[in-house]
């Protein structure tokens, strides 16, 4: 397995969850990592990448309430999320992509915000 994700849940409005992406060493080293989600019934979205070089993108619902970073000795990318809201619920989704485009997904984490 290539990508590992963790750290989903369920968590009330307001509150925090950070994610986990442990990633195998030749897909740590890839261009791109990041995070998508996906609602039921909805298409797959952007939440954040961070590049090679440490660029970062967000999705634009983010508003400042993620950060993404990556912990090089550990292989891992995290997903801090704060100031969760309801309609963050979502299957989230750990990426790696080459610079050429390819892509290799993880299986996904649940992450419910309810009350």
């Known amino acids: 397995v290539q990508l590992v994700e963790s750290g989903g849940g369920l968590v009330q409005p307001g509150g925090s969850l950070r994610l986990s992406c442990a990633a195998s060493?030749?897909?740590?080293?890839?261009?791109?990592m990041g995070w998508h989600r996906q609602a039921p019934g909805q298409q797959r979205e952007l939440v954040a990448t961070?590049?090679?070089?440490?660029?970062?993108e967000y999705g634009e619902f983010v508003q400042g309430r993620f950060t993404i970073s990556k912990d090089r000795p550990k292989s891992t990318v995290y997903l801090q999320m704060n100031n969760l809201k309801p309609e963050d619920t979502a299957v989230y989704y750990c990426?790696?992509?080459?610079?050429?485009?390819?892509?290799?997904w993880g299986r996904g984490t649940q992450v419910t915000v309810s009350s």
């Open positions: 060493g030749s897909m740590f080293n890839r261009f791109k």
């Open positions: 961070i590049t090679s070089g440490g660029a970062i």
């Open positions: 990426l790696a992509a080459g610079i050429t485009g390819s892509e290799t």
